[in-house]
């Protein structure tokens, strides 16, 4: 399951986002995810409390979007304060 790997990148660029932008609170973090992609987002669902356990991320919700005939994965949104 490489999708908490995956994760754990995310979380680094959203955290990088945060520093630099002096974030206090994020609400949702909304990804993109083609269907033929090789991301599973139920995968990435059950991952995430995981990979944001410890930081500021904890009590962050997780939206995903599955792009119908794509490949895309990308982060779509940060909604934060």
Known sequence: ???LGILYN???QVLKVVDD?????????VLQVGEMSPVIPKYLHNCYPAAVEGTI???TL????????S???LIKEIRAR
């Open 1 to 3: 399951m490489h999708e």
């Open 10 to 12: 995310i979380v680094e």
């Open 21 to 29: 932008n002096g974030l206090s609170e994020v609400e949702a973090i």
């Open 57 to 59: 991320l904890e009590k």
């Open 62 to 69: 997780l939206e995903t979007e599955v792009l119908p005939a």
């Open 71 to 73: 490949r895309e994965f």
